[in-house]
């Protein structure tokens, strides 16, 4: 009697995990119990090949289950512009598969990458208006990008000159993080600032090995167990990273508000433009600006901003040494354009078209996020007669079309002519989207093509890069990491022109 009963458990969980859960939803991959589909993605990292099966087997909208929670993915471009394009508003919300964690690590919903409603509209749209006034685009964001660029490539040069070689991606990293700081904070990490990064990445990395213990979940989701002194004490720790990080978003915004002048109009960065906004709205029931809100949102266009465009730079040189005809075409291409040792700028792109089908191919090559930002559906829908119920997590999964064969053919070999047009201009390629699609599509776009455009240009204007040994090329195997990264390498820099 009693295996009766325990067989009709099983049968009817079964029939439940592999049936009755997944029947609202579009067809696609059979979820394994407990973890659903995530070891097909990890057994296969960093996943565009399961991804790119299941559109294959399912068509363009498949359902898979990151552990018991369902994600429809969307993987072709009629479908992402049908649904995130015309009909975007019903997928303007971010889904949000761990509020408990969010609660703990920002002290709320707050921010802009994880948020929704009228809190993200505000803050989004602050922002952007903001980076464009302060000249996303224009002459004073180049001003600045073009500077440090300056600063780089004499830093890898000296570091060649000095040792034979450079190892380009933690200066690469410094760099980055310095624009990102310049537009926020309005300084560089120079000599004088340099502690301040190395201090955040070693906390950076501290917080990712403390996460990876699975005891942490205990005293996160019941927190009766922080009465346990081990418990306690992971807790903490985790707590005390936290507060360090925030710490110098606070101290900066500190600094700034002991000198601001809310007199006048005129912000030197983005911080005194949201201080000058929080008092501005300091009368508003409910007001979205707030210091909380402030530091979150720094957080945000850190961690947004920094890795993603860092390991593009880094995967561009790591090809250049394995394609020494594309870096000839790139000389050719600045040899006959520009024709001196001066510094590259925008306002040279649209006679530089090789430079850009170069960084297209190497953003979709690289596809740095194999698996998109979630976002949340608003209402029940029905797409192409499939049902999604509301609050749905729903992934643009634009990796998939960065490696779809029919638009690129032989998508893993790198190959920029493919963005090239029989009269040599840039091809516009629709489904080349690697800053996403629709209303959550990514804020930094604008200051992240600027910062490749103007590295690469006048890095490879300036230096003939080679291997340390031509024997041994850099890995193009992308590590395991948030977004794919590069294993560390080396290159030898000679300079093209004589100082
Ligand atoms: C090569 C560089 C970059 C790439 C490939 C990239 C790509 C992306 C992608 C794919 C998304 C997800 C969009 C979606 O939900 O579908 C995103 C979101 C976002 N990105 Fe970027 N990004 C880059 C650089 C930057 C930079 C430099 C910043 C900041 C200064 C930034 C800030 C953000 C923010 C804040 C979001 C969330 C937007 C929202 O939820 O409204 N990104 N990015």
């Given amino acids: 009697m009693i295996w009766m009963i325990v067989g009709a458990v099983v049968a009817l969980w079964f029939f439940h995990q592999l049936y009755w859960k997944r029947r609202d939803y579009p067809p696609g991959p059979l979820p394994l119990p407990l973890l659903g589909n995530a070891l097909s993605i990890v057994s296969e990292y960093p996943g565009y090949a399961p991804l790119v099966r299941w559109k294959e087997q399912f068509g363009a909208i498949y359902t898979m289950w990151m552990g018991g929670i369902p994600v429809v993915t969307v993987a ?42 009228r809190l993200w509209r505000e803050q989004r749209r602050f922002t952007l208006h903001t980076l464009r006034d302060f000249g996303l685009g224009k002459d004073a964001m180049q001003e600045r990008i073009l500077d440090e660029t300056v600063h780089l490539l004499d830093l890898l040069e000296k570091e060649s000159v000095e040792t034979g070689t450079t ?36 906390l950076q990395d501290q917080l990712i090995a403390s996460s990876k213990n699975p005891m942490l979940v205990l005293p996160i989701v019941l927190p009766q167990a922080k009465m346990i002194p081990y418990f306690n004490r992971l807790y903490d720790n985790v707590i005390k990273i936290r507060d360090e990080q925030f710490a110098f978003f606070e101290n900066n915004i500190e600094k700034h508000r002991s000198r601001i002048d809310y007199s006048n109009d005129d912000c030197d960065d983005f911080c005194d433009a949201y201080l000058k906004e929080m008092e501005r709205r300091k009368d508003e029931k409910d007001s979205t600006f707030h210091e909380k809100q402030f530091v979150n949102l720094c957080l945000d266009l850190w961690s947004a901003g920094v890795e993603t465009t860092s390991m593009t730079m880094s995967w561009g040189i790591a090809q250049l040494l394995h394609h020494p005809e594309v870096q000839k075409k790139l000389h050719e291409e600045y040899d006959r354009v520009i024709g001196s040792d001066r510094l590259i700028s925008m306002q040279d792109k649209n006679s530089l078209p090789y430079t850009t ?10 596809n740095i996020q194999p698996l998109n930002l979630l976002r949340k559906t608003t209402k029940d829908l029905t797409v192409r007669g499939m049902t999604i119920p509301s609050g749905t997590a729903v992934a643009p999964q634009v990796s998939v079309l960065l490696y ?31 800053f996403s699609i629709g209303k959550r599509a990514c804020l930094g776009e604008g200051l992240a093509r600027m910062e490749l455009f103007l590295f690469f240009a006048n890095l490879v204007h300036r230096f003939n890069i080679t ?13 395991l990491a948030n977004v794919t990264k590069p294993a560390p390498f080396e290159a030898k820099l000679e300079r093209r022109f004589a100082k």
């Fill in 76 to 117: 072709d471009y009629d479908a992402l512009h049908e649904m995130f394009v015309q009909d975007g508003e019903d997928y303007v919300d971010r889904a949000n598969l761990s509020s408990t964690f969010t609660e703990i690590f920002r002290g709320g919903l707050l921010g802009v990458v994880e948020t929704s409603g």
């Fill in 167 to 202: 190892s380009p991606i933690k200066h690469i990293e410094k760099s980055v993080a310095s624009v990102i700081n310049l537009v926020i904070f309005g300084y560089r990490f120079d000599e004088e600032h340099e502690h301040e990064l190395l201090r955040n990445r070693e």
């Fill in 357 to 366: 089908a170069y960084i297209n191919e190497l953003q979709r090559w690289s």
């Fill in 404 to 434: 779809d064969s029919e638009i690129f053919p032989d998508p893993l070999s790198f190959n920029p002519d493919r963005f090239i047009d029989e009269s040599g201009k840039v091809k516009t390629i629709k489904q080349f989207l690697p």
């Fill in 467 to 479: 291997p340390k040994d031509p024997d041994s090329l850099p890995s193009l195997l992308k590590t």
